[in-house]
């Protein structure tokens, strides 16, 4: 009996360290655990909410009558509330072809050194007479840029893009520093841009330029969406939490954002509008606070604001490369992280024999095999869905 007692004591002490350890371990863990998995909760239950009621909008609304600029400062003049244009071509979207009909005005978000990236996306992907020759499609080219944010090596970058400029006569730059934080100047940008110079393109993307698009299946997609309104797509982030870690880049306060959740947006590496979405998101950029600097959160505000949700592609990337498989290239539209493999990607990706591979019976068996494989098992980290493999 006593010998009972003694035993029944020990287990439970046992089970009480156990206990106080594993409260320990949680606890130690906690700060991870409640940015990973508790504030994705948290804010996928407010998502909700952010997305039904216009208290964001409202607290987005800037108050005087006059427009902004970047830095929460009113225009001078009055005018368009943006920064001065030191590279520009107004006339890039005349078409010489036959007037209206340009399918796609696509800007790459660049900086001003990545010149190497630059030139593999016009030998690639940027290819403006390939499109026009090989796929019957009239799309524009544009690299968005600001300056560089060093002051000494300013001048030298800066004579070295007026150069690049000559040559290729694609860059559209304005007077702000390039940094991340100016991101959101960059996209204002491009909407102010396209309402100005491009309002006839029937479609607008904006692109990382690290991300690798699949030109001939792009262009196929927007010309069966053609006519197509209240067309924003990409890859949705659905109920994001604001980051609260200040040691991360994309750290925002609660000052600057207070709520747990932010609107439904689409990744920033890559996302298309329709033309009548870019007018709203242009009248968006003069109503609201631009001093959210994380620029496809903005775009997600200001589409709250106006009223339009994202859609989701499956084959629009987030953050992650696409896998390397012909069954995937045949459906792939963008991947992200391909800041030195684009051309022998452009090679084989858009290859005519790619779309061989799916072909008969046997061969969407194998494709469907493939893809269940690549996009389905935990192991590969990929950045398209398991639907994906089904669609
Ligand atoms: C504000 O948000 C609501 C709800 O999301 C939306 O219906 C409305 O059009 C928005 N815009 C303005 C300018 O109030
Ligand atoms: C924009 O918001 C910031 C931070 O919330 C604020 O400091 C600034 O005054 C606002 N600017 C305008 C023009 O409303
Ligand atoms: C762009 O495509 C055209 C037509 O296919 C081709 O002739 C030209 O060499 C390409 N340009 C570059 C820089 O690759
Ligand atoms: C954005 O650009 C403006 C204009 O050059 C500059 O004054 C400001 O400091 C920049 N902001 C950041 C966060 O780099």
Same mark, same amino acid.
Not at 195 to 214: E, G, Q, W
Not at 316 to 336: D, L, Q, R, V, W
């Given at each position: 009996?006593?010998? $009972?007692?003694?035993?029944?004591?020990?287990?439970?002490?046992?089970?009480?360290?156990?206990?106080?350890?594993?409260?320990?371990?949680?606890?130690?863990?906690?700060?991870?655990? +409640?940015?990973?998995?508790?504030?994705?909760? =948290?804010?996928?239950?407010?998502?909700?909410?952010?997305?039904?009621?216009?208290?964001?909008?409202?607290?987005?609304?800037?108050?005087? $009558?006059?427009?902004?600029?970047?830095?929460?400062?009113?225009?001078?003049?009055?005018?368009?509330?943006?920064?001065?244009?030191?590279?520009?071509?107004?006339?890039?979207?005349?078409?010489?072809?036959? &007037?209206?009909?340009?399918?796609?005005?696509?800007?790459?978000?660049?900086?001003?050194? $990545?010149?190497?990236? &630059?030139?593999?996306?016009?030998?690639?992907?940027? $290819?403006?007479?390939?499109?026009?020759?090989?796929?019957?499609?009239?799309?524009?080219?544009?690299?968005?840029?600001?300056?560089?944010?060093?002051?000494?090596?300013?001048?030298?970058?800066?004579?070295?893009?007026?150069?690049?400029?000559?040559?290729?006569? +694609?860059?559209?730059?304005?007077?702000?520093?390039?940094?991340?934080?100016?991101?959101?100047?960059?996209?204002?940008?491009?909407?102010?841009?396209?309402?100005?110079?491009?309002?006839?393109? =029937?479609?607008?993307?904006?692109? +990382?330029?690290? *991300? #690798?698009?699949?030109?001939?299946?792009?262009?196929?997609?927007?010309?069966?969406?053609?006519?197509?309104? +209240?067309?924003?797509?990409?890859?949705?982030?659905?109920?994001?939490?604001?980051?609260?870690?200040?040691?991360?880049?994309?750290?925002?306060?609660?000052?600057?954002?207070?709520?747990?959740?932010?609107?439904?947006?689409?990744?920033?590496?890559?996302?298309?509008?329709?033309?009548?979405?870019?007018?709203? *998101?242009?009248?968006?950029?003069?109503?609201?606070?631009?001093?959210?600097?994380?620029?496809?959160?903005?775009?997600?505000?200001?589409?709250?604001?106006?009223? *339009?949700?994202?859609?989701?592609?499956?084959?629009?990337?987030?953050?992650?490369?696409?896998?390397?498989?012909?069954?995937?290239?045949?459906?792939?539209?963008?991947?992200?992280?391909?800041?030195?493999?684009?051309?022998?990607?452009?090679?084989?990706?858009?290859?005519?024999?790619?779309?061989?591979?799916? =072909?008969? #019976?046997?061969?969407?068996?194998?494709?469907?095999?493939?893809?269940?494989?690549?996009?389905?098992?935990?192991?590969?980290?990929?950045?398209?869905?398991?639907?994906?493999?089904?669609?």
């Amino acid at each position: 009996m006593f010998m $009972n007692f003694r035993r029944i004591r020990k287990c439970q002490c046992v089970q009480l360290l156990t206990t106080g350890l594993l409260l320990c371990m949680v606890m130690v863990c906690w700060e991870e655990l +409640d940015h990973h998995v508790v504030s994705h909760m =948290r804010s996928y239950t407010y998502r909700y909410l952010v997305n039904s009621y216009d208290f964001l909008n409202s607290s987005f609304a800037v108050t005087s $009558n006059h427009p902004q600029r970047k830095d929460g400062s009113v225009s001078a003049d009055g005018g368009l509330a943006s920064y001065p244009y030191l590279i520009d071509h107004p006339r890039k979207c005349v078409d010489r072809r036959s &007037r209206s009909s340009i399918l796609l005005l696509l800007f790459v978000k660049s900086s001003p050194e $990545n010149f190497e990236r &630059r030139q593999a996306i016009r030998d690639t992907w940027g $290819n403006e007479s390939f499109v026009w020759s090989e796929l019957g499609a009239n799309v524009r080219v544009l690299f968005a840029l600001g300056v560089h944010p060093d002051a000494e090596r300013r001048p030298s970058v800066q004579r070295a893009l007026f150069q690049e400029d000559r040559v290729y006569g +694609d860059l559209i730059q304005q007077n702000f520093l390039d940094t991340f934080h100016n991101l959101t100047a960059k996209l204002v940008l491009q909407f102010h841009w396209g309402h100005k110079y491009c309002p006839h393109a =029937r479609f607008l993307m904006s692109a +990382d330029d690290d *991300i #690798f698009v699949h030109m001939p299946n792009l262009v196929k997609y927007l010309q069966q969406q053609s006519g197509a309104k +209240d067309l924003w797509v990409g890859h949705v982030h659905r109920g994001a939490p604001p980051v609260r870690r200040k040691e991360s880049k994309y750290h925002v306060p609660e000052e600057l954002y207070p709520w747990p959740s932010y609107p439904d947006y689409t990744a920033g590496a890559g996302y298309v509008v329709s033309a009548d979405v870019a007018t709203k *998101i242009y009248h968006a950029t003069l109503l609201l606070n631009s001093s959210m600097y994380i620029d496809d959160v903005f775009m997600g505000i200001c589409a709250k604001a106006m009223g *339009i949700s994202p859609q989701e592609h499956v084959y629009f990337s987030g953050e992650a490369k696409a896998p390397y498989h012909p069954c995937i290239y045949e459906h792939m539209i963008t991947s992200h992280g391909h800041a030195t493999d684009v051309r022998s990607l452009w090679q084989v990706a858009t290859h005519p024999t790619v779309y061989r591979h799916s =072909r008969g #019976f046997i061969g969407n068996l194998y494709c469907k095999a493939v893809k269940v494989m690549l996009l389905c098992l935990p192991h590969y980290q990929s950045t398209y869905s398991c639907i994906g493999a089904f669609t």
